[in-house]
């Protein structure tokens, strides 16, 4: 847990001493307070509907931008030999990278936590609703970065691992939106497969454990085969 810790703090620490974190906050916040409001002023409609339905098409570019660096960037500039020299666990630096991240995407969807208070002073916010629809944000964010760990951790170069990340979470993505082309034998189990289908049954206010299960069976797999590709990098 020490090594993990460490690693954690040296990330996430590294998000803010370079404009990463800022660029990555301002263009999030851009985004989806320009849905939020023109859902507010526009439509007048005072909920977070848009907000949850905006946020998983931005994950899917804005996390493969997060996560892209994580483990190319020390295999490029080659400080991911010097890790392997200290007595630190593949795992722990995995872990250690994905906390860190994930704690990026957490301060994103705090600073979001604005727009719940205007719709609480303009409407009526169902905070049941709202507190799963964030855990539900969590979940699948977690999820893409996993994702993105893995691509990160099988190329030295950040804009391939940007691009496998991104790749992988869009056929995530889109999956539940293709059920009309595809036999009705495997609809089903396409559905099951699509990220969204299981955020969008959470942010209905039903945190369901079929559905959490999903999230970090995505999040085990995508961290194990992120740590077996550092592993075999550590080997050659």
């Given amino acids: 847990m020490h090594n993990v810790l460490c690693i954690f703090r040296r990330e996430f620490r590294s998000y803010f001493d370079s404009p990463i974190a800022y660029i990555v906050l301002m263009f999030f916040l851009l985004v989806s307070g320009y849905f939020f409001t023109s859902n507010l002023f526009l439509l007048d409609q005072a909920n977070l509907r848009t907000l949850f339905g905006i946020v998983p098409p931005l994950y899917v570019f804005f ?10 960037e020390e295999r490029k500039s080659g400080t991911i030999e010097l890790l392997f020299t200290y007595p630190i666990r593949d795992t722990e630096i995995v872990i250690g990278k994905f906390l860190a991240a994930l704690s990026l995407i957490g301060v994103l969807l705090l600073f979001s936590v604005v727009y719940a208070f205007s719709v609480s002073m303009l409407g009526d ?10 855990v539900g944000l969590l979940l699948m ?29 869009f056929f995530f993505f889109i999956l539940d939106k293709v059920l009309f082309f595809v036999p009705l034998s495997l609809a089903n189990i ?28 995505m999040i085990f797999v995508g961290l194990l085969l992120a740590s077996h590709a550092l592993s075999r990098r550590k080997g050659d």
Wanted: proline residues 1%.
């Fill in 63 to 72: 996390i493969p931008a997060i996560s892209m660096r994580l483990l190319a």
């Fill in 125 to 134: 916010l169902d905070v049941g609703q709202t507190f799963s629809g964030y």
């Fill in 141 to 169: 964010g977690a999820a893409y970065l996993a994702i993105g760990m893995f691509a990160s951790s099988i190329t030295e170069n950040q804009i391939v691992a940007f691009i496998v990340a991104l790749a992988i979470s």
């Fill in 190 to 217: 396409l559905e099951y497969l699509a990220i969204e289908y299981h955020f969008q049954s959470i942010s209905r206010g039903v945190i369901d454990t079929r559905n959490v299960i999903y999230f970090l069976s």
